[in-house]
């Protein structure tokens, strides 16, 4: 069995201490002096805000650093299957502490936030990411998967919105809304016909057989799962997001300027 690096666990560890400080500490914090709205939550309900704002920050730390990877990291694009996977162990890693603290708090506040999917996931995700930290596979589609991340604050903020009252026809609803649409299509439809074309360009090749058994299930198996829940997702997304721009009789913000909704 491969060992993980050092500084692999260094990462993994830092990033799992940190974001349970901002779980426990910071988030309660920064909420609680910059939104009024928060301290009128119900305790199910400051939980979730502040696990969801735990997910942002994440999602813009990782999905960011993707991105830098997917435009710059010339090693990792010209072999996506063994090329050289420093800087995706360190996004990864940082994923792997922020999936087990969420995993952990999960259980810990099951009645508030407790979703078996969520805990599926996670394993599933903690067992595909194995294989790029302790063997450094697969450095290219694991970093591409985390693209997704970028659509995940849009979607926190619409529940934001939702607990804090702002009516559905509200404009900052509204425009979260067509956010959240669009990011979901680019981060996670739009890019299938790349991620695929890699998959199949690198499907039989030396570099693909030397590649575990195991290492291919946690590769093509979620793959394909996941994006035919996105496709599912992003056709309920854009249904509802067409709905709400073809209705009549959007909300006037004024209520929501005049502190009325917080």
């Given at each position: ?17 940190t ?10 914090w ?12 119900s ?14 920050l ?11 990877i ?18 995706v ?9 922020y999936?087990?603290s ?11 936030i407790?979703?078996?999917?969520f ?10 990411y ?23 604050p ?7 919105f ?25 981060v ?8 695929y074309?890699?998959?199949?360009a ?44 073809r ?12 502190g009325?909704?917080h």
């Open positions: 069995m491969e060992s993980f690096s050092p500084l692999v666990l260094s990462i993994a560890a830092t990033s799992f201490v974001f349970q400080c901002l779980f426990h500490f910071v988030s309660p920064i909420s609680a002096q910059f939104f009024p709205g928060y301290h009128r939550l305790p199910r309900h400051t939980i979730e805000w502040n696990s969801r704002t735990v997910s942002t994440h999602a813009l730390i990782v999905g960011l650093f993707c991105l830098y997917l435009l710059h990291d010339d090693a990792v694009n010209e072999d996506p299957v063994w090329g050289d996977p420093s800087l162990k360190i996004n990864v890693a940082m994923t792997c502490g999936l087990l969420d995993m952990l708090l999960i259980c810990y506040y099951w009645r508030a407790g979703d078996k999917f805990v599926i996931h996670h394993l599933a995700a903690l067992y595909a194995y294989y790029v930290l302790s063997i450094g596979m697969l450095p290219y589609f694991a970093n591409f998967r985390l693209v997704a991340e970028l659509s995940t849009c979607v926190n903020q619409r529940w934001f939702e607990v804090l009252g702002y009516p559905k026809r509200s404009l900052p609803n509204m425009v979260n809304g067509i956010a959240m649409t669009a990011s979901f299509f680019l996670r439809i739009a890019v299938m016909p790349l991620y074309s890699r998959m199949y690198v499907y039989g090749t030396e570099p693909f057989y030397r590649v575990t058994f195991g290492g291919r299930c946690a590769w093509m198996g979620p793959s394909f799962c996941l994006d035919i829940m996105n496709v599912m997702w992003m056709h309920k997304m854009a249904r509802g997001c067409i709905g709400v721009l209705s009549p009789g959007k909300v006037n913000v004024e209520k929501l300027q005049n009325k909704v």
